[in-house]
């Protein structure tokens, strides 16, 4: 059999989604052929498709270099490297298309997605808007639309995304997307007309499952803003039951609950050895204030309050510090404790480098910067001894009430893959509570305990205590962080954190108490 009929063999299979497959007969070939520009194109994407990304673009770099005309093959070049948080160069490769076919909408849209995730809201609108133009569907035109308006709730601009959104529902009554977004900035209280919309679309025909588990969430917490409890669980309990079946079920939640877990385990031994009370690594200048906690403890609040600060800039949630180190210092899912007492007795602060090639993409004009991605608490041994400058905030609530608002919101990144089943949920929030008491342990006064019940019922002295921990003088910007629209949000707490401070939410699991009581006696407590 020659090669074409191979290559034809493998394509069938791509087809098939049999990725593996493709693989294991794409490196047979590779081997005789390896300048093929087809085979390395072919296994660069199943690389992508089973999400083994370094070693997708391995072999799009190399059928790039073969073909460099390819723009297809530059675009999943692209793609792949924005996959592994790797924005720069997804964002070199994707304007270097964009200077021969300067009017491509696909590419448009890409790098407008790059700007999204790095928090550069506008740049992204002005993209989307400039791919329009080009598109010639009208269902790409809508979901065009439809990530601009997403843009402008980021940015708080709500009437602007209102407008869109209420635009694009006259069109297409059926679109669940823009009505699920619309409901996020409406009152209920006031007018309820578009809960019983919701309702409605649920029940579609032919909705896609995801579609369908979002819809549930958004009349859940409906019903919720309308104190109407009993319906309001009543649905979340059926978004949550979606959601979780939706992406694998139990087996595969179990699994990464115990990883998680071996994890912590690894770290603990890890650091419980080391001694950081002389550190003294090379970093940068610029210092990093790290907020962390489970998601929906506060940390939104908490960046916003900081960032509304003169000389603080915001970065948001970014992932690069989880992604670098597990790039450093993780094999197949598991620490690699040798990895790690060699950079601790090297010269170089490689973590720190690392970190700042990826951050100064961002091109921030202030030397003091907020990372709030939730999950750094993972991290915070790593933190102390290669950021030695840095500050580390943890938030932390009331733990019924937390697990209560992770329960009635839709989170669709897989690293809160426990998030969609409260067993799983309350597993996850102990493994936190234990990590969390180890580095209280361990970093005695390196750590800044923030209270969520606290800072709202005494705002003013708490943000006081805050800004002396983060060496920052007293300004009145930070009492009024809801009118700071110079620090876009990007997280489910963007309406609320656009808010003054409330005191409704302390306690507020209570309305739930009937039916979570049994999950809520079986959490442990943070202090």
């Given at each position: ?128 808007k400039k791919s329009m133009k080009y598109l ?376 739930y108490s009937d039916h979570l009581a049994e ?9």
């Open positions: 059999m020659d090669i074409n009929k191979h290559i034809k063999k493998i394509e069938e299979n791509f087809k098939l989604k049999k990725f593996n497959d493709v693989i294991l007969q794409c490196k047979k070939l590779i081997k005789k052929n390896e300048n093929n520009f087809i085979l390395n194109q072919i296994i660069g994407l199943a690389y992508y498709s089973i999400k083994n990304l370094d070693l997708s673009i391995k072999y799009l770099k190399k059928a790039s270099e073969i073909n460099p005309s390819d723009m297809v093959c530059k675009n999943n070049l692209a793609n792949s490297y924005k996959s592994s948080g790797n924005p720069q160069e997804a964002e070199k490769i994707y304007k270097e298309i964009l200077h021969k076919f300067p009017n491509n909408p696909i590419i448009l849209q890409n790098l407008a997605l790059i700007k999204k995730n790095i928090s550069d809201f506008s740049s992204s609108i002005d993209l989307y010639e569907s009208e269902e790409n035109k809508i979901r065009a639309l439809t990530n601009i308006a997403s843009n402008y709730t980021n940015l708080g601009e709500f009437n602007k995304a209102k407008e869109i959104f209420t635009n694009i529902i006259k069109k297409n009554p059926n679109n669940v997307s823009a009505h699920i977004e619309l409901g996020k900035l409406i009152d209920y209280k006031k007018n309820n007309t578009h809960l019983n919309l919701l309702i409605n679309l649920l029940n579609q025909e032919n909705l896609e499952i995801l579609d369908r588990s979002k819809l549930c969430f958004a009349i859940g917490k409906g019903y919720e803003s309308i104190n109407n409890y009993d319906e309001s669980y009543k649905y979340l309990i059926k978004a949550n039951e979606i959601q979780y079946e939706a992406n694998n079920g139990k087996r595969f939640f179990n699994q990464k609950l115990l990883n998680a877990n071996k994890v912590i385990e690894e770290i603990k031994n890890i650091f419980q050895k080391e001694n950081f009370n002389n550190i003294n690594k090379n970093c940068s200048k610029k210092k990093i204030i790290f907020i962390c906690g489970v998601p929906r403890s506060g940390t939104t609040l908490a960046h916003q309050i900081i960032a509304s600060h003169n000389k603080v800039v915001g970065a948001g949630e970014i992932f690069y510090l989880e992604r670098i180190i597990k790039k450093l210092f993780f094999e197949d899912g598991r620490i690699i404790p040798k990895k790690i007492k060699d950079s601790f007795e090297s010269e170089e602060n490689i973590l720190n480098n690392e970190y700042f090639k990826l951050l100064n993409f961002h091109g921030y004009d202030k030397s003091i910067i907020i990372d709030k991605a939730p999950a750094n608490f993972f991290w915070i041994g790593f933190i102390n001894y290669f950021f030695p400058n840095c500050k580390i905030i943890h938030c932390y609530r009331n733990p019924e009430d937390n697990i209560v608002s992770i329960f009635k919101n839709y989170f669709p990144s897989r690293n809160m893959f426990w998030s969609s089943n409260l067993t799983n949920t309350v597993e996850y929030y102990n493994l936190y509570a234990s990590l969390m008491k180890f580095w209280n342990q361990q970093f005695k006064n390196k750590i800044y305990n923030l209270s969520y019940e606290t800072l709202v019922s005494d705002s003013q002295n708490e943000i006081k205590k805050l800004l002396n921990y983060c060496d920052l003088e007293w300004d009145d910007n930070c009492l009024q962080h809801h009118k700071n629209f110079k620090t876009p949000i990007a997280t489910v707490s963007l309406t609320e954190a656009r808010r003054p401070i409330y005191k409704s939410s302390v306690n507020f699991s209570k309305n999950f809520f006696a079986k959490l442990n407590k943070i202090t």
